[in-house]
């Protein structure tokens, strides 16, 4: 029995230094767009995993090596585990310049590497990892947001129509008073990256339809990032959303909430229409149709604040909806990333045009719960 175990934890480890070496050549890849030159200077070192009771990751020049803990790898959301990744890859891109070797080990060199390729710094020794920062709960200020939204999306789930659209509408409102209020004063924040889904073969145009409704309503920059699936032995897909954490946390529930209803949305329509089987188009007009709505609430919203704001000469009440600080953050990360516009077919007309009707009346309802369970452990998909 114990044989047997050990063989499934080698098996695993295989599978998991296959996924992180391509992670490692998506970041050289990545980096060979902003600074050719110090790409060139990087070469694929030796990955290992083993036991490390006093940090999650060290870089050892000497052997080009970058160790990681096997505990973070065995029980670690894989965004936590690639923030490991590039801090050490950091350190790697550091120890190229000649004078870093009499400079301290994470001085302005490493820095100006972590900047480099947005790595986190501080991700190392006793730090906490990226699944605790966000999804553990801390009495500070982004937590209090948190439950005002809660409360409201918990009355979003009235039973009464009128009054479960009427606090679905006024969660969005304050979500959007509080990041309107951030981005107008230019505050300084944070910003995180998490992945929200496993990797998949091929993405559905109701997800990729929901990931645009992240990034046009709830003040986070998603993209679909290339991941290695070692257990098909092709490249996937994942959802990684940039934010504050307040906000990943808001979109993150969002996101599953809505493709749930839309799920569940569909099998209610087939009981009524068996010979229907335009399962995407449905799910996708579901998607489009709370677009819609979004889309109206959203203009209302700012018809309000225009009116306030030619009554009193106050320019913090103007909008701006672009968030310069997340934006510049975002495209140091993902250089190579192009604005596209997603299309969509369908079998049936009638199937997406009632998706579409149904997904208007969707109020995102019920209690924000911080799962983040969506990439949790080894290996997914």
């Known amino acids: 029995m114990k044989e047997k175990r050990g063989n499934l934890q080698e098996k695993l480890e295989q599978e998991m230094l296959e996924r992180l070496r391509f992670e490692w050549e998506r970041i050289h890849y990545e980096l060979g767009h902003t600074d050719h030159k110090l790409a060139a200077r990087l070469t694929m070192p030796s990955i290992i995993i083993m036991d490390m009771k006093s940090c999650l990751g060290q870089w050892v020049n000497d052997i080009h090596e970058i160790r990681l803990s096997r505990s973070l790898l065995m029980n670690g959301r894989w965004d936590s585990i690639c923030e490991v990744l590039r801090h050490e890859v950091a ?113 559905t145009q109701a997800a990729m339809f929901a990931s645009m409704i992240l990034k046009e309503f709830y003040f986070v920059q998603t993209v679909w990032v290339s991941s290695f699936m070692p257990q098909r032995g092709k490249v996937g897909y994942m959802l990684e959303l ?30 009524n229409h068996p010979d229907c089987r335009s399962r995407s188009g449905y799910m996708t007009g579901v998607v489009a149709g709370f677009r819609e709505k979004l889309a109206s609430q959203k203009k209302k919203f700012m018809e309000q604040n225009r009116k306030k704001s030619d009554h009193a000469q106050d320019s913090d009440a103007l909008i701006c909806m672009e968030d310069s600080q997340l934006l510049h953050h975002f495209h140091m990360r993902h250089p190579r990333v192009a604005v596209k516009s997603i299309s969509h077919s369908t079998a049936s007309r009638s199937a997406y045009e009632s998706g579409k009707e149904k997904g208007r009346h969707l109020n995102v309802a019920k209690a924000i719960t911080s799962h983040g369970e969506s990439t949790g452990g080894l290996i997914s998909g």
């Not at 900047?115 to 500070?140: C, F, H, M, V």
């Not at 409201?152 to 959007?176: D, H, P, T, V, Y």
């Not at 940039?242 to 087939?270: M, Q, R």
């Open 242 to 271: 940039t934010g504050t954490e307040t906000n990943l946390k808001i979109a993150d529930y969002v996101f599953h909430y809505i493709l749930k209803y839309a799920e569940s949305s569909w099998l209610e329509y087939k009981k």
């Open 91 to 203: 350190h790697q891109m550091a120890a190229t310049f000649p004078e870093h070797e009499h400079r301290p080990p994470h001085g302005e060199i490493f820095q100006h590497c972590c900047i480099k390729r947005q790595a986190n710094p501080r991700a190392s020794g006793g730090y906490r990892t990226l699944e605790e920062r966000i999804w553990e709960n801390t009495p500070d200020e982004p937590d209090k947001i948190m439950g005002k939204v809660k409360k409201l999306m918990g009355l979003a789930a009235s039973k009464n129509r009128f009054e479960a659209a009427s606090a679905a509408a006024k969660a969005n409102q304050f979500i959007s008073r509080y990041n309107i209020d951030i981005i107008n004063h230019d505050k300084p924040r944070e910003f995180e990256s998490i992945f929200i889904t496993d990797p998949v073969l091929k993405r």
